[in-house]
């Protein structure tokens, strides 16, 4: 897959770990709005000139913030994936998750919902794309080890799962409470459409081997990650299990 738009910066490693941390703080504290890029940069301690050499404007370092947590958010959707869960329940609920924890990050979830805009080449589009990429590059190897593992149909490839997945938790991440009807018309949803997608037959009501959860967790790469300067998630988020990533106040 190929990136549209602004190359640099791309990635989260391309701006300075710690600057990223405060900027996340800083988000998480206050909110996107009313975070300012000056307030960042002097709890950085660096000059405006050197934080506008680091990224473009305030919207860049968001979607780098939120990129970041894409990784996190898939990090944590394969710890949280046991032996205790059947594979339909794990692409049901992995995905419910997944919406609950885009909509606790605000950085994630303007990115995701593509609402990140500056008027200029930093367009939502363009973080999309780096977002869609970002997430096609962390899923590939946890999609060659669920094929090797028969836990997910074989003549399907991660192109088509990716050109399903990532609008859907785009729309759902939008619009949809996972705690009412809506959401729970939304699980029913997913049964009957990405569930049969993905799952082979005969195998949703499968639970993971240990051998399978421990491939899913050495192809993520966890430790990886943690990219320089990253600190643990906010205090305002609360993970739980593949059903957790509950906001609290």
Not at 155 to 169: G, S, T
């Amino acid at each position: 897959m190929t990136s549209a738009g602004p190359q640099t910066p791309s990635t989260p490693g391309d701006a300075a770990g710690p600057l990223l941390d405060i900027a996340e703080q800083h988000f998480a504290a206050r909110g996107v709005a009313r975070s300012s890029a000056s307030e960042i940069a002097n709890a950085a301690r660096m000059s405006r000139a050197t934080f506008y050499r680091r990224v473009p404007n305030k919207q860049a370092l968001v979607a780098l913030v939120g990129l970041r947590q894409v990784d996190r958010l898939l990090a944590e959707l394969s710890a949280a994936v046991t032996t205790e869960v059947t594979l339909a329940e794990v692409v049901v609920e992995g995905f419910i998750s997944a919406v609950e924890r885009v909509k606790c990050r605000e950085p994630l979830w303007l990115l995701v919902t593509g609402s990140l805009d500056d008027g200029g080449e930093w367009s939502p589009s363009s973080w999309l794309a780096q977002a869609e990429d970002r997430f096609h590059e962390l899923v590939a190897p946890l999609f060659v080890v669920a094929q090797h593992e028969g836990l997910i149909r074989p003549e399907i490839d991660i192109e088509a799962v990716v050109a399903v997945v990532v609008p859907l938790l785009r729309s759902c991440s939008a619009d949809v409470s996972t705690t009412s009807d809506r959401g729970r018309a939304l699980r029913r949803l997913l049964r009957c459409t990405l569930v049969p997608m993905i799952v082979p037959d005969g195998a949703v009501t499968q639970r993971l081997s240990p051998t399978a959860v421990q491939a899913f967790r050495r192809a993520l790469r966890t430790d990886s990650l943690a990219l320089p300067g990253v600190q643990a998630e906010p205090k305002t988020t609360t993970v739980v299990g593949l059903t957790g990533g509950v906001c609290v106040g």
